[in-house]
């Protein structure tokens, strides 16, 4: 081969970044470090058929809080999300009970793993595996390449199946996706608070359980999270549980966070949504994962991307990016700060110099929290926000959009058939996954 040859072909297998699990990676981010060549073009469209979502949407209305317009708390599975990697694209359904696998390139259907019941995650991707669970309480271990089951687990204690909507499940459905880090694989089988949890963690060569622990009073669903020492799982009408990586036990409760939209940020601060529905809008909150206390609210807001201390969320028909690290240096500064004034007494003649200098600080700092707001555009509501390099991409209703992450400049937008929930940029392609069972891939122009 010719060096030049081999050198574009070197840095073109550089750039093809995978998206090898949920949402990228283990913290969920939806942040890939590669950018997509513009202008793109659908290349082609799979129907994979209606999602049967495991939940219903919430309740029209919470008369106790006397609230309507309550926020989805368990809409985990609104699409067929996608992992990619390798050439090739994987889906778990929720419509016809199985996990697909396509050629990249063409859409064709390389090959087809059933169960026997939802699959509501994307398989995770490692070492040319794909691990998955199924709502049939089992986990499944298949060959990337050809689908060739090389393991499957029962993760519930028995093999029976019940009626729900419409579908048999376990009582114990695998709804957390499957975790796989260093060697291990972590997946949760769990659906009724009434009823015991079970939280595994096995050898992801071998299926060899490393541990199994046993929850009461939990409903683990949504998909896990991996961060530091730690999983997070999110448990939808409740807040997200944190257990140790090394022993399954329980470690703490997110009290401020809930819902099953969850992301870590790069130093593990947990991104969630409010953990009831008594709010009267959609919230988006940070907690602190060590103390489990909220740093800070974004009101009207259901999605969130976090990258490099940045933050771009939607709030009242605006799409904003915050300095998120400075942002939170200066609540923390005006929070220590307003804590030393109340200690102080402005009754007492020789404290009044340091309250003044105080509320002088406090005003200051509340000024500065305004520059923390990089840029600020018109636009419609998206239900999925993730970032490829330095491009911020937005699903929206029949359409996604290509931004600049810098300044929110439109790059590039294209019709979908119907809500974008799924966004995975991966090998200079982006495929969009819709809540009409659509899957559509595009590519750059040749």
């Keep these: 081969m010719h060096p030049i040859s081999l050198l574009l072909t070197l840095c073109a297998a550089a750039s093809a970044t995978p998206w090898p699990t949920y949402r990228h990676d283990n913290r969920r981010s939806g942040v890939s470090p590669e950018a997509l ?10 129907n994979g058929g209606t999602p049967q979502q495991a939940w219903t949407g919430p309740a029209k209305w919470d008369a106790y809080s006397k609230n309507d317009g309550l926020q989805s708390m368990r809409n985990f599975d609104p699409c067929h999300f996608t ?3 390798n050439g090739l694209i994987y889906f778990g359904s929720s419509a016809d009970n199985a996990v697909h696998c396509l050629d990249a390139k063409t859409g064709k259907e390389k090959w087809l793993h059933f169960t026997n019941s939802s699959v509501r995650f994307p398989p995770t991707i490692e070492d040319n595996k794909a691990w998955f669970g199924s709502d049939d309480g089992f986990v499944y271990c298949a060959d990337a390449q050809t689908g060739k089951t090389l393991w499957k687990k029962r993760a519930a204690p028995t093999d029976r199946l019940v009626p729900s909507n419409g579908k048999l499940i376990s009582p114990w459905p695998v709804r ?10 972590w997946f949760a089988a769990s659906l009724l608070p009434w009823k015991t949890s079970y939280l595994w963690c096995v050898d ?3 299926a060899e359980d490393a541990y199994l622990t046993e929850h009461s009073e939990v409903t683990l669903q949504g998909a896990m999270l991996a961060g530091g020492s730690q999983l997070y799982i999110p448990q939808g009408r409740a807040a997200p549980i944190a257990f140790d990586q090394e022993n399954g036990k329980r470690t703490k409760q997110i009290g401020q966070a809930g819902g099953v939209f969850c992301l870590l940020t790069e ?5 969630a949504g409010p953990p009831n529905q008594k709010e009267r809008n959609e919230q988006i909150r940070i907690a602190d994962t060590s103390s489990g206390k909220r740093l800070t609210t974004f009101n009207n807001t259901n999605r969130v991307v976090v990258s490099k201390g940045k933050a771009i969320l939607h709030s009242v028909d605006k799409l904003q990016c915050l300095d998120l690290a400075r942002k939170g240096e200066l609540e923390a500064a005006i929070a220590a700060t307003q804590g ?3 200690k102080l007494d402005p009754k007492v003649e020789e404290q009044k110099p340091e309250i003044e200098k105080l509320k002088k600080a406090i005003a200051q700092a509340k000024a500065d929290l305004k520059g923390c707001l990089l840029w600020q555009i018109d636009h419609p509501t998206p239900v999925e926000l ?8 937005a699903g929206l209703n029949n359409e996604v959009v290509i931004l600049e992450a810098s300044s929110g400049k439109q790059l590039w ?3 979908v058939k119907g809500r974008a929930y799924g966004l995975t940029p991966s090998e200079g392609r982006l495929i969009v996954s819709t809540d009409l069972g659509y899957i559509h891939t595009f590519a750059a122009k040749p």
């Design 204 to 206: 992801s060569n071998s």
């Design 386 to 393: 993730i970032i490829a390099g330095d491009q911020l991409i």
């Design 83 to 85: 992992t990619a990697i």
């Design 340 to 342: 030393a004034l109340k």
């Design 413 to 415: 937008k294209a019709a």
């Design 37 to 46: 060549a513009l202008p793109l073009k659908e290349a082609w469209t799979h």
């Design 267 to 271: 130093d593990n601060q947990l991104i």
């Design 176 to 185: 957390t996706g499957v975790t796989v880090e260093n060697g291990r694989a």
